[in-house]
Every structure is written in C-alpha cells, then in structure tokens.
C-alpha cells in the first residue's frame, strides 16, 4: 500500500490562544497516512485528528472542528519516519 501526504483544514473553533491573541477559529495540520486509496487516506487522516479532539491534547476545547481535506498527494516511508505526528497551525481568520 502507498503512503499519501493529506493536509486537512479544520473549521469551527473558537478557542482561546495562549499568547492572548485572536481566539483560533481554525488550523491546518498534515498527516502522512498508508492507505489503498486517496479516499482511505483522507478518511484514516480525518479520523486520527477528530481522535485528537475527542481524546487528546485538544479534548477540553468543546466540540471537534469540521475537517476538510485540502490537498492530497504522494508520499513515501522516509515521511512517514520523518513526520510521525506533527502539530497544528492555528489560525485566526475564517476564509477569504
């Protein structure tokens, strides 16, 4: 099975930040995934991050984001090694 590269785009927070800016009301973040299929990876991609929301260092924030995937691509093992579990960029802005 392929490895893919899929950066996903969450909506729908309102979420303090730390440096007493802006709430985030977003984030981007990429996952590297092993998947049969560009669909699969954007699916397995979208579970581990609400799996973030639900259970993780985010879980306190309230309700999960809406995920959208923004861009798919190839990847490879050498990512993957590299890139195990990297963390959110929160933004600010809502959409153009």
Do not use: T
């Not at 802006?22 to 560009?38: C, D, N, Q, Y």
């Not at 699916?43 to 799996?51: E, L």
């Not at 861009?71 to 600010?92: A, C, K, N, Q, T």
């Amino acid at each position: 099975m392929p490895f893919f590269k899929v950066l996903v785009e969450g909506s729908g927070l309102r979420m303090a930040r730390e440096d007493g800016d802006a709430p985030a009301r977003g984030f981007f973040v990429l996952r590297i995934v092993w998947s049969k299929s560009e669909a699969e990876a954007a699916d397995r991609a979208k579970q581990a991050i609400a799996s973030d929301w639900v259970s993780g260092e985010h879980a306190r924030c309230g309700e999960g984001p809406a995920l959208e995937v923004v861009e798919i691509e190839p990847g490879s093992f050498f990512d993957w090694l590299r890139m195990r579990r990297p963390g959110y960029v929160f933004h600010s802005e809502c959409g153009p």
